[in-house]
T-cell receptor, first 117, second 113 residues
Framework: AQKVTQAQTEISVVEKEDVTLDCVYE???????LFWYKQPPSGELVFLIR??????QNEISGRYSWNFQKSTSSFNFTITASQVVDSAVYFC??????????????FGKGTLLTVNP | GAVVSQHPSRVICKSGTSVKIECRSL??????MFWYRQFPKQSLMLMAT?????????EQGVEKDKFLINHASLTLSTLTVTSAHPEDSSFYIC?????????FGPGTRLTVT
């Protein structure tokens, strides 16, 4: 199986701290997508980012930034100046594009982020 | 655009009964939909791929006779949990393929008593 590993099960920070969530993936696909989703207690998945395997540029969106390193198969997610509302479970996922992969997502086990006031 | 809805959002049923969950693409046509299951404090696991007009493809370990999937139209896929048992209690989430990505529904929380 092509796994997605999120080694951090739980992280607890104090508001305004920066926090990085790690994600390492395995893939046999030549082209693939990587994703980050946020899942608040309500359960609904909130899409954060999708990155194509061809595009290794880092991305910043407000307080969120992503570091894609193909050489180490990592796609880490950093929240700067964390806020209480950032508390949630964050999932990293990958989807193959080629052949029969058909955009099925494989998720990591998730990282529970708690931001304390 | 590309909104997916699920109905019901929550359902409680008695052991031994069957329950149907609907997944609809509201503003687009979806030839392919996916069903995921998430047990408490665990990750999402793909159960099956639902293809309009053909049989669903189930992931290894998922009982196709227990989890019946019907994708009869381009906007609706249904998952029926037959003879539900307490161990089937879970959060069921569908997603629909939109061009080159998938968009997720809000999920259905099933509790079997």
């Amino acid at each position: 199986a092509q796994k997605v590993t999120q080694a951090q099960t739980e992280i607890s920070v104090v508001e305004k701290e920066d926090v990085t969530l790690d994600c390492v993936y395995e893939t046999r696909d030549t082209t693939y997508y990587l994703f980050w989703y946020k899942q608040p207690p309500s359960g609904e998945l909130v899409f954060l980012i999708r990155r194509n395997s061809f595009d290794e540029q880092n991305e910043i969106s407000g307080r969120y930034s992503w570091n894609f390193q193909k050489s180490t198969s990592s796609f880490n997610f950093t929240i700067t100046a964390s806020q209480v509302v950032d508390s949630a479970v964050y999932f990293c996922a990958r989807a193959g594009i080629s052949g029969g992969s058909n955009y099925k997502l494989t998720f990591g086990k998730g990282t529970l982020l708690t931001v304390n006031p | 655009g590309a909104v997916v809805s699920q109905h019901p959002s929550r359902v409680i049923c008695k052991s031994g009964t069957s329950v149907k969950i609907e997944c609809r693409s509201l503003d687009f046509q979806a030839t392919t939909m996916f069903w995921y299951r998430q047990f408490p404090k665990q990750s999402l696991m793909l159960m099956a791929t639902s293809n309009e007009g053909s049989k669903a493809t189930y992931e290894q370990g998922v009982e196709k006779d227990k989890f019946l999937i019907n994708h009869a139209s381009l906007t609706l896929s249904t998952l029926t949990v037959t003879s539900a048992h307490p161990e089937d209690s879970s959060f069921y989430i569908c997603s629909a393929r939109v061009k080159d990505y998938s968009t997720f529904g809000p999920g259905t929380r099933l509790t079997v008593t």
